[in-house]
């Protein structure tokens, strides 16, 4: 694969996880929302559904542009040429059967986008599941321990990735309420939130120990080599926003919600903090889209 083309691959491929991510974590904002029923959750429960819909079609639209790219690789084709390429490694193999299921999938979970998230999340599921199958994961066959780890991997990245920067750059951008059911509605929300991102946490703390396990040979991997190199920036990024996070929740949360999520300078570094996490993860994103494509140690792809 060339330079050029290996990078826009590396590209697409962010810009779908963070569409996905994004689309994740909008279903489950607007399931938090319709929990309460108050001006303040009413209007960001409409933008919650708009964001998901943006997701969704920024989502359809890399995974396909994923899939041509990949052909075009496979192939060593130019990519303007790789239309029949496109449709036989859709119909002939293994990695194209994955993606149409995939793809499937993620257009069940674009169209079933409501009030209630779980045939969204469902339909996703579906989804983070092939994408493993087309991974360093699928290895050991399509129906293993390892292969479910990087799928529940993948589930609870976009959880967290997607609910922070939904949160962050969406439902909690301004305030405008005035009444105290807007002010319960938030206080709600936030707990939500935080409770999902400390649960989706712990999750791909174990299971990414569990890959790293699996793909590295010892720690001498992490360095001085791609894969242990992008490995590592990775894992700096996400430790600084589970640290921004914990920061959040254990030193910031509780007297603002202690006095009914009316203190400005509270809610405001409670935003600031927020962005700042969502802007590590969208790095860390970025570096699992090169990690993906990178064979470990020991390993060719």
């Known amino acids: 694969m060339g330079s050029g083309l290996e990078t826009t691959h590396h590209l697409v491929t962010a810009l779908l996880n963070l569409a996905v991510a994004v689309l994740t974590g909008a279903t489950l904002s607007r399931s938090w929302l319709s929990r309460e029923r108050c001006p303040w959750a009413d209007v960001r429960r409409r933008r919650a559904r708009d964001v998901a819909v943006a997701a969704a079609v920024v989502a359809l639209a890399a995974d396909a542009a994923w899939l041509w790219l990949e052909s075009a690789a496979m192939a060593e084709v130019p990519v303007f040429d790789a239309g029949s390429a496109t449709w036989t490694m859709a119909t002939s193999t293994h990695l194209g059967m994955a993606w149409c299921i995939g793809f499937a999938g993620l257009t069940v979970a674009a169209c079933a986008f409501g009030r209630d ?61 005035t009444t105290s059911a807007d002010r319960r509605a938030r206080a709600s929300y936030v707990t939500s939130l935080s ?47 589970a640290l921004l996070g914990g920061f959040n929740r ?52």
Do not use: Q
């Open 117 to 177: 998230g779980w045939p969204t999340i469902a339909a996703l599921a579906v989804f983070w599941y092939t994408r493993s199958m087309a991974s360093h994961a699928a290895s050991d066959g399509d129906f293993s321990v390892r292969l479910l780890a990087d799928c529940i991997h993948l589930g609870l990245t976009s959880l967290w990735v997607g609910a922070v920067i939904v949160s962050g750059g969406i439902i909690l951008r301004t305030a405008g309420e």
């Open 195 to 241: 409770d999902a991102a400390t649960i989706a946490l712990a999750g791909i703390v174990v299971t990414g120990l569990y890959a790293t396990w699996r793909n590295l040979r010892g720690i001498g991997d992490l360095i001085g080599n791609a894969y242990g190199n992008t490995l590592v920036a990775k894992l700096l990024l996400v430790a600084v926003a």
């Open 250 to 301: 254990l030193v910031v949360m509780p007297p603002w919600l202690a006095d009914g999520a009316t203190r400005p300078a509270l809610s405001s570094r409670f935003k600031r903090i927020l962005w700042i996490e969502a802007a590590s993860l969208t790095g860390a994103v970025v570096a699992a889209a090169w990690l993906a494509s990178t064979a470990p140690p020991g390993e060719h792809m």
